[in-house]
């Protein structure tokens, strides 16, 4: 594809540099202009879409037509924070005593890092810095070691929409200085802002250096999103949505089912018919291929993850249904995989797979639903089927996630806040919510009035 310069601790520093520097006259611009400057990069996205979702496929071999509809869903993020920049508003509050007013409002709190993740690089960037932006923000972005070119993609064409100089900066850098430049930038002085999307080990450690200097931190990491189907659903538009929500980027998102609970039941109907869909609609190959679903892992590393998860499963007592080993396309390939008779002891059940691995477990009762979901210490999303009322309320307000799909296994929306709980994360992105990330609120008291 070509090169990019590989930063270290020095250019993140004149990032930071240049984007203090600028902020100095950005916060300053009109929201008018901030909202018709991230409208003028929406349209250049649109207009460049299928060149940057070639880029997207070069990088990360997902397929072609998933790449087309990550940069549309990234680009509606720019034309909304485009929309909600002009709807950042304060409050006037009556205080207690007579002749004192109260006036609260906002404004930007800075230079903001933002560091993203290489499986949505498009989205997770103008999730980010199209809030950052909208608020009157600048912001130095570090890119996934595996996904630069797509970031530099972006920033150019925020650059031809007029964006200014030193506003929008990135800095590429291997992986061998990625962790120094994560410190550099968590505990840069002029930073005011972090905002991450990764693991949650690595999340750990820059709130650790974010900490030093009391900056403002919003971590988006990582989940083990429960599946559950109750004997009252709809087995077919469950199937549907297992498939939706497991496979997409060839199970590589942080919202992708880890592990599905199917009551008893019903466990037999939807194991084979999960099976058939599987076997009818996937398709191993590669992502510029026409008729392709599933694409490579990321590197060698995430197929041994996978590996390891179903290895692990089928020692303790689990049964292949599907798959179960590398495919023979590539090195970096995985079979999709079922597996029946899953048990709560197996890594499959307690960690992130980030593959294309289809877990089911059995279950009895709602509550034994609900327990094994709670279980785990991290709460991104969480999906569930029902066609019973009073169920679909109790189980809606009981899952411990940031997020839940009830009969529905696709649930990111621009419109939507997006993040999750314990420790999934901190803040919410996208949204109404997401532009309040990056801004502080402050309050002026009027006397003698």
């Known amino acids: 594809m070509g090169t990019v310069a590989d930063c270290g601790v020095p250019e993140a520093r004149a990032a ?32 460049n879409k299928d060149d940057l979702a070639k880029i997207i496929t070069a990088e990360s071999g ?35 005593a007579k002749d004192k007013r109260g006036l609260v409002f906002k404004q930007p709190v800075g230079v903001a890092a933002v560091i ?32 630069p070119f797509s970031a530099l993609a972006l920033a150019q064409l925020a650059n031809q929409a007029g964006i200014p100089p030193g506003v929008y900066n990135v800095i590429p850098c291997s992986r061998a200085k990625a962790k120094d430049v994560g410190e550099a930038l968590c505990t840069d002085p002029l930073v005011s802002k972090i905002s991450f999307t990764g693991s949650t080990a690595t999340g750990k ?13 919003s971590m988006e990491l990582g989940g083990l999103a429960p599946f559950i189907v109750f004997d009252s659903a709809n087995v077919d538009q469950a199937v549907a949505g297992a498939m939706a929500s497991k496979f997409r980027n060839t199970g590589q998102t942080c919202v992708c089912s880890n592990r599905f609970l199917v009551q008893r039941g019903i466990h037999d109907s939807f194991v084979k018919k999960l099976a058939e ?64 008779n899953v048990t709560t002891d197996m890594l499959c059940s307690t960690e992130e797979t ?8 059995k ?31 109790r189980v809606a307000e009981q899952l411990e996630v940031g997020m839940v799909g009830v009969n529905e296994g696709l649930i990111s929306s621009v419109e939507c806040p997006f993040g999750g709980v314990k420790q999934s994360g901190l803040g919410r992105e996208g949204s109404k919510y997401g532009i309040d990330e990056y801004l502080e609120v402050k309050y002026v008291c009027f006397g003698g009035l």
């Open 16 to 47: 930071v540099r240049a984007a203090h520097e600028a902020f100095c006259g950005w916060k300053g611009v009109s929201v008018k202009e901030r909202s018709s400057l991230l409208r003028k990069w929406y349209d250049l996205m649109v207009q």
């Open 354 to 361: 980030f593959g294309p691995l289809a877990p089911v477990l």
């Open 277 to 340: 869909a599987m076997k009818d609609s996937l398709r191993v190959g590669n992502g510029f291929e026409p008729g392709t679903t599933q694409g490579p892992l990321i590197n060698e590393r995430a197929v041994e993850k996978v590996e390891k998860h179903v290895s692990d499963a089928v020692s303790k007592g689990a049964t292949v249904v599907m798959g179960g080993k590398r495919h023979q396309y590539g090195r970096n390939y995985f079979e999709p995989t079922l597996l029946s």
């Open 363 to 393: 279950f009895d009762t709602e509550e034994e639903a609900i327990a094994i979901a709670n279980a785990a210490d991290v709460g991104l999303a969480g999906y569930f089927y029902s066609q019973d009322p009073a169920q679909i309320w």
């Open 62 to 96: 997902k397929p072609l037509k998933e790449a087309q509809g990550e940069v549309l869903y990234a680009a509606l993020f720019l034309e909304w924070f485009s929309e909600e920049a002009r709807r950042v508003y304060g409050d006037i509050i009556y205080t207690s």
């Open 205 to 217: 450690v820059l709130l650790h250096h974010a900490a030093s200097s009391v900056k403002r931190v």
């Open 116 to 147: 993203t993740p290489w499986n949505f690089p498009s989205a997770m960037i103008t999730r980010k810095v199209g809030a950052a932006l909208a608020a009157g923000c600048t912001v130095v972005v570090k890119p996934a070691e595996d996904t």
